[in-house]
């Protein structure tokens, strides 16, 4: 449309004002197809999510999901690196239970501590959505999203940022809401699979024990 437009405007003069008002015109069918463009890439990611309940996952555990998780997180966001920390049943305390970068791994959990020590980190899970805190090098901030069902909390996301992250759109940060929702409920449902699996194996080997009483 562009071309033809700058085409006509060549062969054919217009008034200033006319000339003002196409530009107008072809700049916001450029917005607009952007935003159809993010909306269908969107709606592929969002379905594509379904895959982290599949018996794949579910049987790697919380190491695969996460895993697949930070896959899915960067085709939203170009963080410098991810992280998850997550709390074990019963533990106040969360650990760094997958890095996507390992040689981040230290400067995370130094960054953590410090936000834990001021308040910040519980504030932050407390917010139930992403929060972006600046860290303590420069330049660099930190995105922080609990990983939580409706009825209880597991773990933390953490995504390094280059720069404050202003750029980042609300719709942007609401499918991250959402990605990091289906993760709780993928690590609930991959850790009551492991349970029952060792529940099935325990009933086997009763089964199996008392057989042989039987035999002999």
């Not at 062969?11 to 935003?35: C, G, H, Q, Y």
């Not at 519980?122 to 090098?137: D, K």
């Not at 993760?183 to 449902?189: C, G, K, P, R, Y």
Request: proline share 1%; hydrophobic share 45%; with cysteine.
């Amino acid at each position: 449309m562009s071309e033809l437009s700058s085409s006509l405007r060549v062969a054919f003069p217009m008034p200033l004002e006319v000339s003002e008002n196409i530009t107008k015109l072809e700049a916001r069918v450029k917005f607009l197809e952007e935003v159809n463009r993010w909306n269908l890439d969107a709606l592929n990611l969002v379905a594509s999510m379904g895959d982290l309940h599949t018996s794949v996952h579910t049987e790697r555990g919380m190491g695969g999901i996460l895993a697949a998780a930070c896959q899915y997180v960067s085709r939203l966001i170009q963080f410098r690196t991810v992280a998850f920390l997550m709390a074990e049943e019963g533990d106040a305390e969360f650990k760094t239970a997958h890095c996507e970068a390992e040689d981040q791994r230290g400067f995370i959990e130094k960054e953590i501590a410090f936000l834990t020590t001021e308040g910040t980190f519980a504030w932050a899970l407390n917010n139930n959505r992403a929060v972006t805190i600046s860290s303590q090098v420069e330049n660099l901030s930190l995105m922080l999203h609990p990983v939580a069902t409706r009825e209880r909390v597991l773990g933390m996301f953490v995504g390094v940022l280059e720069g404050k992250g202003e750029e980042i759109t609300d719709g942007t940060l609401d499918l991250l809401s959402i990605l990091l929702f289906i993760t709780a409920h993928a690590l609930e449902n991959s850790a009551l699979y492991w349970k029952i699996s060792e529940h099935n194996r325990h009933l086997e080997t009763l089964v199996q024990e008392r057989t042989k009483e039987l035999q002999h």
